[in-house]
């Protein structure tokens, strides 16, 4: 039989999470997001709880987590603010093409000193001109003796302007399209990386986001990932490892949407009794809570998949597709439960509109997240 | 030095709280049990007098059903505790402060020990007996309240303060002796990630707890009844803070009769 219960193991890790997105960053989630503000201080504590390599194995530093138990995880920290923890994970999406891609050589090199201490690293997949398409990527990556030239821009890059580590896709050869993408690790150090400054985002704005510029940066080959030609199908199964904690990232914020919406409904009165006890606010609340179940289930199953050896390609999709929309619908539903107050900006749940929206968008947008779902779906008839 | 901990699971302080169909006790089904502000700060007041004291242990015991006692053992290792001990209660067994140092008495005596550290009371039923106790039955001294313990190993006793009504007292005492802390003036620290998983695989001595006898003198809980809800809440509209404060003071005068 399948089971829902958790493992006290699960139950401590999360307790751990609830703990520290409650005391560390839900007092500071409204003001890091109306200033903006990057919250190092807040990223460093969780680095010293252990809360943020979470997917890196202990042999290396990292936490060593399966996807079920990271997923615990990530919802804990997106209740509290989703932005913060966009930023406490980026460094998991960023590592992971290192761990499926890495020789043992270069993980014991990269992944050892960069765990060993608070880093954060980014993941640098999208350019200008397209991020889905990722297979039309115009970064160059010039073969010259035993070190590749790396000469283009990136953009919507998580972190980069505070990250010591990038993990960048470029082409050796444009037209050879999806084929030509090869991966590379870059440090922050290296000549010619020129992070951009910090993007004004709609929401998530705890987090850094910036373009990167590379201008004729030298990458010795040791640190190419895998060989030439491999790194579109490197970002692909990285995707695949770290879209199903998007959807725990989306269940969390709607979860703080519906906890919102129910506890304001008890408390506001019109018409002489509380709006909870009004049929229209009760309808809306059963919808959102069977949207915040679904969601939950579909990202436990996914990351279940996932964690038996699976690839849980469509899994993985149906989870990041449904939760994420599912937190906007959420948290738009809340906003209307609240009224005027909702639209507010003292209330806490327009931030947790705008921070949904992101989840529909980034690690693959949900219409390119549809298309891999029909696709799978599709493959079981053909 | 070799230090001991006693600490009891109690109610997570978030958990809503429900009295059992028998009316005499609490209703734990759906209740989590967490180790909590006193013995929170006991275990940490243990974890600093280890690190202040290269070579020291601390071992943590504790008596309970299973499984939310094994539950803040584990947690307590996972803080940083060496040894961890269980006196496991059958399930349904919940006794009373006097009759729980009865029960630990003998895993605390076959423990090395310098220094005994509890919570100076309980996080749930708040009695505060559980340290005089068990510091009678070792035939030891107990202090209570506690804050800022620390060992002198040049003349082998501890020095501590003492929060009492309006100030601290400074005390010294000699080892071995019983320790209750105060709450939360240590500021207890979180456990990490790697050292809860870690603490999932450590050994738990498990010790079978011993009824004691029925004339020991124990009391039992008769009755648990709901605080009857509060009434008479009342809201002052006002546009501006002066009208707010003149209607106030009104009410206080002519209605609570606070003052003529």
Sequence with gaps: ?382 | MEIVVCVKPVPDAETRLRIGADGSTMDIEAVKFVLAGYDESAVEQALLLKEANPGSKVHVISAGPAPRTEEVLRASLALGCDLATWVELPAGVSPDPIATARAVVRAVSAAPHDLVLCGKQAGDDEAGLFAGALAELLSIPDFSAVLDLRWDPGTSRLRFQRSVEGGLEKWEAPTPCVVALQQAWNDPRTAKLPAILKSRKLPITKVAFEAPPASSGTTRSTKFELPPPRTGAKLIEFKTPEEAAQKLVKILKEEAKVFP
């Design chain 1, 1 to 382: 039989m399948p089971d829902f219960a958790l493992t006290p193991e699960q139950e401590s890790l999360r307790d751990l999470a609830r703990k520290f997105a409650r005391t560390e960053m839900a007092p500071h989630a409204a003001e890091c997001d109306r200033t903006p503000r990057f919250p190092e201080e807040i990223y460093r504590k969780a680095f010293d709880l252990g809360l943020m390599n979470l997917n890196v194995p202990a042999e290396f530093g990292g936490s060593g987590l399966g996807s079920f138990d990271q997923c615990l995880i990530v919802e804990e920290l997106a209740y509290a603010c989703g932005g913060m923890t966009t930023s406490i994970i980026a460094n998991c999406l960023a590592l992971e093409p290192i761990l499926l891609g890495g020789t043992a050589e270069q993980k014991l090199r990269f992944l050892a000193p960069f765990c060993a201490e608070y880093h954060l690293a980014s993941f640098a997949l999208t350019e200008p001109s397209g991020g889905s398409d990722a297979g039309s990527m115009r970064t160059l990556a010039r073969r010259e003796g035993d070190h590749y030239v790396l000469s283009g821009e990136k953009c919507f890059i998580t972190n980069a302007p505070h990250a010591s580590l990038y993990t960048v896709f470029a082409t050796v050869d444009p037209s050879l399209r999806h084929k030509g993408v090869t991966a590379f690790v870059v440090p922050r150090s290296a000549k010619g990386v020129l992070p951009g400054k910090d993007e004004e985002k709609m929401g998530h704005r705890a987090s850094s986001t910036s373009t990167i510029r590379f201008e004729d940066v030298s990458v010795p080959a040791t640190d190419r990932l895998g060989a030439e030609g491999e790194g579109f199908s490197l970002a692909m199964r990285t995707l695949d490892q770290t879209r199903t904690p998007i959807g725990a990232l989306a269940t969390g914020i709607a979860q703080a949407a519906l906890d919102h919406a129910a506890g304001y409904s008890l408390k506001r009165q019109t018409f002489g009794k509380p709006i909870s006890e009004h049929q229209a606010i009760q309808i809306k609340l059963a919808n959102m809570v069977q949207a915040v179940h679904a969601a939950r289930l579909l990202t436990w199953h996914a990351a279940w998949t996932i964690d038996r050896g699976q690839k849980g390609t469509l899994e993985s999709s149906i989870a990041k597709c449904y939760a994420s929309d599912a937190a906007l619908h959420v948290a738009d539903e809340a906003i209307q439960t609240f009224g005027g107050y909702g639209y507010m900006k003292e209330y806490p749940v327009e931030k947790l509109l705008r921070d949904a929206k992101l989840t529909q968008i980034y690690e693959g947008a949900n219409e390119i997240q549809r298309t891999v779902i029909a696709r799978e779906l599709l493959r079981g008839y053909a």
